[in-house]
T-cell receptor
Framework: EAGVAQSPRYKIIEKRQSVAFWCNPISGHATLYWYQQILGQGPKLLIQ????????DSQLPKDRFSAERLKGVDSTLKIQPAKLEDSAVYLCASSLDLVMIYEQYFGPGTRLTVT | AQSVTQPDIHITVSEGASLELRCNYS??????LFWYVQSPGQGLQLLLK??????LVQGIKGFEAEFKRSQSSFNLRKPSVHWSDAAEYFCAAAGTASKLTFGTGTRLQVTL
């Protein structure tokens, strides 16, 4: 079974530029999560999708971050414009459904450096 | 506020020695509890979880954890550490809101 795929693995941009990350969850997983992991901290949930609907985006900085999951499969997370404090690893995870929220499978992450 | 605390940022143990990583939680009611491991360049992998019942939980890779309600703790243990266990370990909890809250992690270094 293929795991959660993410790309790119690394990205370096200058502040005020925009960037997008892509995630492909495990086949058949209805629930998809984006986490931000700042160096020295644990992952923090940014947004959670159930199929193509948003379940929780309470911690997403909506003035600069956006995410979509148009067809209920792949998802993209965008930052525009980026700030220095956005430097972090962005993790995507998926689970079979909301009931199986505790069985989350994580991708390898995208390491973003904002200079 | 709900929180998970891992008091040890970095731990070094010798290969073959025993290991205990500490985790404390602060929740209104007993949450669901988890331990994840993150190897360099890899995503998080679930080691074990506690929902209810037996307070000693067995996980993968020879790890176990013990839930102690009186101490609000969920410490991870392994009797004999292998060099391949070197990684970062995260304790996490989820309450009724079903949102995972992670601790800040403990980096494990294994010396040969």
């Amino acid at each position: 079974e293929a795991g959660v795929a993410q790309s790119p693995r690394y990205k370096i941009i200058e502040k005020r530029q925009s960037v997008a990350f892509w995630c492909n969850p495990i086949s058949g997983h209805a629930t998809l999560y984006w986490y931000q992991q700042i160096l020295g901290q644990g992952p923090k949930l940014l947004i959670q999708f159930q199929n193509n609907g948003v379940v929780d985006d309470s911690q997403l900085p909506k003035d600069r971050f956006s995410a979509e999951r148009l067809k209920g499969v792949d998802s993209t997370l965008k930052i525009q414009p980026a700030k220095l404090e956005d430097s972090a690893v962005y993790l995507c995870a998926s689970s079979l459904d909301l009931v199986m929220i505790y069985e989350q499978y994580f991708g390898p992450g995208t390491r973003l450096t904002v200079t | 506020a709900q929180s998970v605390t891992q008091p040890d940022i970095h731990i070094t143990v010798s290969e073959g020695a025993s290991l205990e990583l500490r985790c404390n939680y602060s929740y209104g009611a007993t949450p669901y509890l988890f331990w994840y491991v993150q190897s360099p360049g890899q995503g998080l992998q679930l080691l074990l979880k506690y929902f209810s019942g037996d307070t000693l939980v067995q996980g993968i890779k020879g790890f176990e954890a013990e839930f102690k309600r009186s101490q609000s703790s969920f410490n991870l243990r392994k009797p004999s550490v292998h060099w391949s266990d070197a990684a970062e370990y995260f304790c996490a909890a989820a309450g009724t809101a079903s949102k995972l809250t992670f601790g800040t992690g403990t980096r494990l270094q294994v010396t040969l």
